[in-house]
């Protein structure tokens, strides 16, 4: 509710219902309109709140018709998103880090839609999704490339060729530059983005065989800025946003194959494990926080719609942050300013194991 109340000036639909009330309608319903405006405001306000009206309009329209061509030109400019070939319960996901936060949500919702779901975790099944005939579990250090090589054949072997590849596995810690040790930026890039190269490698040749795929990126808002304390989880979610753009020119201009869908996902801080020890810090400092299904249900609604594309997920700022590189250097240091919540707890680095999953 708070969301849509932001938007609501930015909403050409009721800018436009408010401007056409107050100047265009019927003279005995503008008449009225213009009384209960002038009961509150001056004749003066009453004025400038008429062409601020006009204002909020015009940058809705263009608001609206920007993101209507961004949608277009993900899905190589078609009207609508495909789902033709696609029976969700032949389907077959596979999900990185798939035993907690966004990735145990991603295993459940999508096994609810009749889809078989593959878990990659170093960490068991919670509980609420074993006995589950749509999720099978494989235990894998994603960090190794030959460990995904050889839990991909044993997938395909045992459960089938995946069509669906959601990069999920993801870790972080609260230490900056000079505190982080050569062993955990090992770690944090081998979780966090050379994953990425190993289960593509492993998985992505099948879709290209098939023509027909959907690879799901989980990056951050963090890959539009980065905050004191995390600089080296923020590099790595740079470079997954960079290795999505790079798999669409590829999967367009060297292997001829637009029919693979991809997605790239920007949360904001989400209510998972990954926070956990630093949540109250990013209260205090009254920073936005996720629901984390709120996720979840925009990757299924995205697959499910046969669509591909780039998910900015941070109520209120999303679009600004997510333009932040391309404003002059001085607005962007103040909004970087006003963004950063100061250094995030997110754990001991120390006691994080290769492959683990925090998102």
Not at 66 to 85: C, E, P, R, V
Not at 281 to 306: E, F, M
Request: proline share 6%; net charge positive.
């Amino acid at each position: 509710m708070s969301a849509l109340v932001k938007n609501l000036p930015f909403s050409p639909l009721f800018t436009g219902s408010a401007l056409y009330l107050l100047t265009r309608s019927p003279p005995h319903i503008q008449q009225t309109a213009l009384d209960a405006v002038l009961s509150v405001l001056s004749p003066k306000n009453t004025a400038r709140l008429i062409t601020s009206l006009k204002w909020l309009l015009a940058l809705g329209l263009v608001r609206n018709t920007s993101n209507y061509l961004s949608k277009w030109a993900d899905n190589d400019y078609q009207i609508f998103g495909s789902t033709k070939g696609w029976v969700w319960e032949k389907e077959i996901a596979v999900v990185t880090g798939g035993s907690s936060g966004f990735g145990a949500l991603f295993a459940k919702d999508l096994s609810d839609k009749g889809i078989h779901v593959v878990v990659l975790d170093i960490n068991g099944l919670p509980p609420h999704l074993q006995n589950n005939s749509k999720i099978s579990f494989y235990k894998c250090d994603v960090t190794d490339a030959d460990a995904v090589k050889a839990v991909a054949r044993e997938v395909q072997s045992d459960v089938g060729h995946p069509s669906i590849l959601i990069n999920n596995a993801g870790i972080g810690a609260d230490k900056t530059i000079l505190e982080t040790s050569p062993q955990f930026l090992k770690k944090i890039f081998g979780v966090n983005l050379f994953s990425h190269y190993y289960t593509l490698q492993a998985f992505m040749p099948d879709m290209l065989q098939k023509r027909k795929g959907h690879i799901v990126n989980i990056a951050s808002i963090a890959s539009f800025i980065a905050t004191a304390g995390i600089v080296d989880y923020s590099c790595t979610k740079v470079a997954a946003l960079a290795l999505h753009e790079g798999l669409r020119a590829e999967l367009r201009s060297t292997h001829k194959c637009p029919e693979i869908k991809t997605t790239v996902v920007h949360p904001i801080w989400a209510d998972t494990p990954l926070i956990a020890s630093g949540k109250a810090h990013l209260q205090k400092n009254n920073q936005i926080i996720l629901n984390p299904q709120v996720v979840a249900d925009a990757v299924v609604k995205q697959i499910l719609n046969g669509r591909s594309g780039q998910i900015v997920l941070a109520p209120g700022i999303g679009a600004g942050v997510s333009s932040l590189r391309g404003f002059p250097m001085w607005i962007q240091e103040t909004l970087r300013r006003l963004f950063e919540p100061g250094p995030v707890d997110l754990g001991n680095p120390d006691s994080m194991l290769p492959g683990s999953a925090k998102q």
